[in-house]
């Protein structure tokens, strides 16, 4: 059964950085594309960012393009998602998802496997 555990959330100003990691366990990250999701209070989840099995193809959010980067290491089980430029409103509960079919789309639906969750703060 994969287990996805989150980190690197925290409290950041404006324009700054952090950069979230998303550990595997009891399987290979490899066989999964793998997302990040994100959920502020009173708003709807968003899908933020996502990237195929192979690493060839990634998908973004609009409100988060040019700023966010996702990338993977398969040997080390391990998909990383760069914020840079931070804003306010990235303020949210960020997750980490896994998709079995493979597929890079930002549909909740299309996820498996969902992380615990890591906070992410951007306040002055």
């Known amino acids: 059964q994969l287990q996805l555990v989150e980190s690197g959330g925290g409290l950041v100003q404006p324009g700054g950085s952090l950069r979230l990691s998303c550990a595997a366990s009891?399987?290979?990250?490899?066989?999964?594309?793998i997302g990040w999701f994100r959920q502020a209070p009173g708003k709807d989840g968003e899908g933020v960012s996502c990237?195929?099995?192979?690493?060839?193809?990634?998908n973004y959010a609009d409100s988060v393009k040019g700023r966010f980067t996702i990338s993977r290491d398969n040997a080390k089980n391990t998909v990383f998602l760069q914020m840079n430029s931070l804003k306010p409103e990235d303020t949210a509960v960020y997750y980490c998802?896994?998709?079995?079919?493979?597929?890079?789309?930002?549909?909740?639906?299309?996820?498996?496997?969902w992380g615990q969750g890591t906070q992410v703060t951007v306040s002055s």
């Open positions: 998802v896994a998709s079995s079919n493979r597929l890079c789309v930002l549909w909740r639906a299309n996820y498996d496997y």
């Open positions: 009891g399987s290979t990250l490899d066989r999964y594309a």
């Open positions: 990237i195929s099995s192979s690493g060839r193809s990634t």
